[in-house]
């Protein structure tokens, strides 16, 4: 898997549902009380509850049922089922607060259950209604389906019982970046997401920088900041964005900083005389040479100059350094 790419998160809403499981090719888990799964860019999610498996979909920033039957009509019969199967499976038996569905559910949950029947139908499966109330551990009759599709609804569009249904919003950092020394970075948070849509406001901060640097953020609250590497090393930043009620988990991003050559971006190194030698001696004859071709007709200029060849008295390599002495 490419470090470089992140983590998306994304959310299941009916209310929001936990206990969801879901599967993507590099991703695997259980929805959190957010009905918050992961996932990486341009993979697909299939959900399930144990032997009850729903169809895969695209992974996105938020899924409704409607997504993984591919309609956007609330009222086909297999979106309403699928809402009847969640809505009832909720553990307190109240959807308005979010549907949690017991753990013991994956266990429990039957072979061959068909969504695409009418719902009284669907209802009146002997299977199903005692999976169900195994699951929950009452008795428990199936949510109508005239009740799940008015709660579905009420969640899309309006909010759920007397709050209005919120879902954090999903930071995200930006892909790794390598950089050199002394350059200036560009911090990237616009693939972060809210799923209700909400205006989100943002938050960068290092989570680390390399011992001696005192490099800064500029824009730390907007969509992209910006600092300048001084130190080489690894540089984490930390971002966090919120709607305004809830804020993310914090999304964090590396930036590599190789140590610097001291040379120009856009330049190329074609020749260079460190002079790395031991005692005194006469400059490396492969990269130097002396030009004396006019000591015996005379120089230009009527210099009465005389060049000497390879004299260590006059060009000597001593402490790092040429001396030239006339």
Same mark, same amino acid.
């Given at each position: 898997m490419d470090q470089g790419v992140p983590t998306l998160r994304g959310a299941f809403l009916d209310s929001p549902v936990q206990g969801?499981?879901? =599967?993507? $090719?590099?991703?695997?888990? +259980? /929805? =959190?009380?957010?009905? !918050? &799964?992961?996932?990486?860019?341009?993979?697909?999610? $299939? &959900?399930?509850?144990?032997?009850?498996? %729903?169809?895969? *979909? *695209? $992974?996105?920033? %938020?899924? /409704?049922?409607? +997504?993984?039957?591919?309609? #956007?009509? #609330?009222? +086909?019969? !297999?979106?309403?089922n699928m809402l009847i199967l969640l809505q009832s499976l909720d553990t307190d038996g109240n959807a308005n607060n979010g549907i949690s569905i017991p753990a013991i559910a994956s266990a429990l949950a039957p072979t061959g259950i068909n969504f695409d029947v009418a719902p009284a139908t669907f209802r009146a499966n002997a299977t199903l209604t005692n999976f169900v109330s195994g699951a929950v551990g009452v008795s428990r009759a199936l949510v109508t389906d005239v009740d799940a599709r008015l709660h579905f609804q009420n969640a899309l569009n309006t909010g759920v019982g007397n709050g209005k249904l919120n879902i954090a919003p999903v930071a995200s950092a930006g892909a790794a970046q390598s950089v050199g020394q002394g350059t200036s970075v560009s911090l990237d948070s616009s693939a972060s997401s809210d799923a209700n849509g909400d205006t989100l406001t943002f938050q960068w901060n290092f989570v680390n920088k390399p011992t001696g640097s005192s490099a800064s953020l500029t824009g730390a609250n907007t969509v992209s900041a910006n600092f300048m590497t001084d130190v080489a090393g690894d540089y984490l930043v930390g971002l966090v964005v919120s709607d305004g009620v809830l804020t993310s988990p914090v999304s964090v991003t590396k930036v590599s900083v190789a140590a610097s050559t001291g040379i120009p971006s856009g330049y190329a190194l074609v020749w260079s005389d460190e002079f790395n030698t031991s005692g005194t001696q006469l400059p490396a004859a492969s990269k130097w040479a002396y030009d004396i071709s006019r000591n015996s007709v005379g120089w230009y200029n009527n210099e009465l100059q005389y060049y000497s060849n390879g004299r260590i008295q006059n060009s000597a390599v001593q402490n790092g350094s040429l001396i030239i002495t006339a």
């Open positions: 969801l499981h879901y =599967d993507t $090719a590099t991703q695997h888990g +259980d /929805t =959190d009380g957010s009905g !918050r &799964f992961q996932y990486m860019p341009g993979e697909s999610v $299939a &959900f399930s509850i144990g032997n009850i498996k %729903l169809a895969a *979909t *695209t $992974a996105k920033s %938020l899924i /409704t049922p409607l +997504d993984i039957v591919g309609t #956007a009509n #609330a009222t +086909d019969q !297999r979106v309403t």
